[in-house]
């Protein structure tokens, strides 16, 4: 499964920033938001969503409106654990 990054639904400059960063370390691709919801985002793309908010991410897997929390107290790594597990299916 394709897995994306993008923003929060109304994004600041530190969260677009935030984003980049993030797909980068996971070497995945970032999405402009553009005011679309989650399940657009998973029709559009067939893609896993990782959403960067100001102060965590939020992992919604394709279907589920509920998302798999990451907080600043994960790493990185855990992140991209996750990521590669879930894409491994």
Excluded: W
């Excluded at 965590?56 to 600043?72: A, H």
């Excluded at 790594?77 to 597990?85: G, N, P, Q």
Aim: net charge positive; with cysteine; proline share 4%.
């Amino acid at each position: 499964m394709k897995t994306i990054v993008t923003t929060a639904y109304r994004p600041t400059e530190v969260t677009k920033r935030r984003a980049q960063e993030t797909a980068q370390f996971l070497g995945l691709q970032a999405v402009e938001r553009n005011k679309r919801p989650i399940y657009k985002l998973h029709e559009e793309l067939a893609a896993d969503v990782i959403v960067c908010k100001k102060e965590r991410l939020e992992l919604y897997p394709v279907g589920q409106s509920e998302p798999f929390l990451f907080s600043s107290q994960f790493s990185g790594i855990s992140l991209e654990a996750a990521v590669r597990k879930r894409s491994a299916r």
